[in-house]
């Protein structure tokens, strides 16, 4: 079910593009009117919302907090209140550290949103708004699907935001709306012409008892989203970082031989992205790069390359990069 589900996100993020205008409009004017706004969900759907706080930040200037659910109350459970807007994403609808979080919030009278793939779910029924991001049902235990399809839906509430707000050129929207709509025909691309190479990768590293993934900006959220693929359905122990704070600590397990994954799109973090790797390079990791097609300058630094189709605009790049890593998970499982 997982490689079946991998296979199917050129369609259901077809399907992702066709939501309910009038939802999205609602939730995109509460957002607009909120004095704080909270992304709170759990595991791979908090790795969505992590990304999520990157594009609403670019594109609409809106500073919104990412929070793992199981956290929420411990951390911001005596400030939330009736100016609070809280944005829960949950797949089901039904994880009990999200809908703990949300029953807490509901009693400190702040407004909910919801973002889920059941309808009917709880979270559809205490959520002011929601929107259903259209995925249908995920039957493998690993989410694959519905977090490029979550983060396809966030990506069209910080579009819209950001035109409500006036923070960002038209041209620049219209360019980014219409990225959008080729993002399931590039997932489709990489679906067809990578996979052999994916698998050739995961045979020729199998045997590594450990893996690095590391990535800047909004690639570090693809990173933390990669490397829980691969410790959930290979058990293979995993460390994801944002690549700049892998200097205050991590860098010391660094050694010959230690795969590094770097999460690279051709984006404002690729100089110091470049940087980065060579510090590992020099201390004799395995470097696997996914990047953009074409670039020589990071093939020329990587052991092993996995190329995504170029063009992808940073706060779309989650949506494609992810797809390589879910399926080095996959191919890494049928190794053990
Ligand atoms: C990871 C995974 C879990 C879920 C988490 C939240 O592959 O499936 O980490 O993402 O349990 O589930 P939902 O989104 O249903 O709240």
Do not use: W
């Amino acid at each position: 079910f997982m490689l079946k589900e991998i296979y199917e996100q050129s369609s259901t993020l077809r399907n992702t593009l066709r939501l309910q205008d009038q939802f999205l409009e609602l939730m995109t004017e509460f957002l607009d009117r909120a004095g704080e706004v909270f992304l709170v969900a759990a595991g791979t759907s908090y790795h969505a919302c992590l990304a999520a706080s990157y594009m609403f930040s670019k594109l609409a200037f809106l500073a919104t907090h990412p929070i793992i659910a199981s956290e929420f109350v411990e951390q911001h459970g005596k400030s939330v209140n009736i100016d609070s807007t809280i944005l829960f994403v949950s797949q089901s609808g039904e994880t009990a550290d999200t809908l703990a979080a949300l029953d807490h919030a509901r009693l400190r009278a702040s407004t909910i949103l919801g973002l889920t793939n059941v309808i009917g779910s709880t979270l559809t029924r205490l959520s002011r708004v929601y929107v259903c991001q259209q995925s249908g049902p995920e039957i493998g235990v690993a989410a694959t699907k519905t977090f490029t399809s979550q983060l396809s839906v966030l990506a069209q509430l910080a579009l819209r935001l950001a035109k409500r707000r006036g923070k960002v050129s038209h041209v620049e929207i219209e360019f980014l709306e219409k990225k959008l709509q080729q993002i399931p025909d590039i997932a489709e691309d990489i679906l067809r012409t990578q996979p052999g190479k994916i698998k050739q990768l995961a045979k020729k590293y199998c045997d590594k008892p450990c893996f690095f993934y590391l990535g800047r900006g909004i690639s570090s959220a693809t990173a933390l989203e990669g490397r829980l693929k691969l410790l959930e359905i290979a058990y293979v122990p995993a460390i994801a970082y944002p690549a700049g704070e892998s200097k205050h600590g991590p860098i010391s397990l660094i050694e010959t031989g230690f795969p590094l994954v770097f999460i690279c799109p051709r984006d404002e973090t690729h100089k110091m992205v470049v940087s980065n790797i060579m510090e590992m390079k020099a201390r004799g990791a395995s470097i696997i790069i996914v990047c953009e097609e074409g670039d020589e300058e990071l093939k020329r630094l990587a052991d092993d390359c996995i190329e995504v189709p170029k063009g992808v605009p940073e706060i779309l790049s989650p949506i494609v990069y992810v797809i390589p890593l879910q399926l080095f998970a996959y191919y890494m499982a049928l190794e053990q």
